[in-house]
């Protein structure tokens, strides 16, 4: 199983490098991971449509409006995943992550396994240090998603035996 975890957001715009942020610790914390891939997707491009379509499971970071407290974290799988980018509620790129979903789908290469871990900025403006709340989220964001991930592995193990 190939697993694609990937960050999304801009480093220079504070809390909406939470994903690159999340990221980073993510692959810092459990690089070792069998079959995992770590993939800083900054903005998004339609150059990622590839990535996503190769990956069997996919797991995104993201800064979020969740409707929450700065720094909430939110874990959002499978179609609750869809629905929610779908809805318009992350922050805007200049590729959405539906529109790569969407491609991927078309195609009939979407991960089957996919989710979302998302955190409620606190700010976004010109910058390049996250807010605290957003900063402080981080490691309870990576072990969700370090579950989430162990989780997919043990699953594939457990089919492959």
Known sequence: MTILVMGVGNTLLTDEAAGPGALALFERLHGDLPGVRFLDAGTLSF????EIGAADAL???DAARLKAEPGAVQLLE???M???VRSGKLTVHEVG???LL???RMTGDLPRRRALVAIEPAEIGWGLELSPAV???LPKAVEIAHGVVSGW???SEEVEA
């Open 135 to 137: 900063a402080a989220a």
């Open 59 to 61: 797991i995104v970071f």
């Open 97 to 99: 992550l539906t529109d």
């Open 153 to 155: 592995i043990a699953t």
């Open 78 to 80: 499978g179609q609750d």
């Open 47 to 50: 150059t990622l449509a590839d």
């Open 82 to 84: 869809d629905d929610f």
């Open 102 to 104: 969407d491609m991927a």
